[in-house]
């Protein structure tokens, strides 16, 4: 779901514009308009038409009306939201106060408005136009001193964070230096994969790296995770799956 505009005043009276994207954003939809609401969209009205000789026929033309929405049906089989209602707004069409049927379907832009948006319903929409809550799958792809937080969604690949740390070579007989950064790098990635990944929604979480990066971070991370009592970490400890990334032929 895109949202292309949001309006709600301190009252929590207002109106947002959204954009349908995938065909479970029409359930998502279906969930959002209510009885009383006005819904303002793009549709297609049959008018009548009366030539200069007295002769009647019938148009269909493309024009933008507000309901008062009286009715709700949603076809899951065809992904189409019927929006029933009655015209609040003067039309060259249209008369006020007549009925009419708007056909809502994915990538049709629409503007809902409510006399009072409710947490629930706001959280709906903040989800539904999150990407993070339907991607199942997360990576973190990572090198020594580098680490990208990506979620998979059906459709995408997004980057939610970078990590960088610089990391200084280990010297003979000193590694300490090495040894702080790198424990540093890794804990801002566990930090990053806390901030960034809803363990209620992902499934699996891929740690890739070359070399042996990904062990040594996931046997920190869950170090970590027993010291510091990371309920989160520890019960969802079964969704990190090590992937090794193999170089690439010359």
Not at 51 to 65: F, K, P, Y
Not at 169 to 182: E, F, I, P, T, V
Not at 211 to 221: L, N, P, T
Request: aromatic share 6%; glycine share 4%; proline share 3%.
């Amino acid at each position: 779901m895109k949202l292309v505009r949001k309006d709600i005043e301190k009252d929590n009276a207002g109106q947002v514009t959204l954009v349908p994207e995938e065909p479970e954003d029409m359930w998502h939809t279906y969930n959002l308009v209510q009885v009383g609401d006005s819904l303002r969209a793009s549709t297609i009205r049959k008018v009548q038409t009366e030539s200069s000789t007295g002769s009647v026929g019938s148009n269909r033309v493309r024009t933008t009306l507000t309901l008062c929405v009286e009715a709700i049906d949603f076809d899951s089989q065809a992904c189409q939201l019927r929006v029933k209602g009655t015209n609040i707004q003067e039309n060259e069409y249209v008369k006020m106060g007549a009925y009419h049927t708007i056909e809502l379907e994915p990538n049709r832009q629409f503007t809902l408005a409510k006399k009072q948006w409710d947490s629930v319903v706001l959280e709906r929409i903040e989800q539904a136009c999150d990407p993070a809550w339907s991607a199942d799958v997360a990576a973190v792809v990572m090198q020594e001193g580098l680490a990208h937080i990506c979620l998979v969604t059906p459709s995408m690949t997004l980057t939610r964070a970078k990590v960088e740390v610089n990391i200084p070579r280990k010297r003979k007989g000193n590694c300490s230096q090495h040894d702080r950064a790198l424990e540093r790098f890794y804990e801002q990635v566990v930090q990053a994969i806390q901030r960034h990944i809803n363990f209620d929604v992902v499934k699996c979480v891929l740690v890739a790296s070359p070399g042996f990066v990904r062990e040594q971070f996931c046997d920190y991370m869950f170090q970590q995770a027993v010291k510091t009592d990371n309920k989160v970490l520890l019960e969802n400890r079964s969704k990190f799956l090590q992937v090794k990334i193999l170089p690439k032929d010359n």
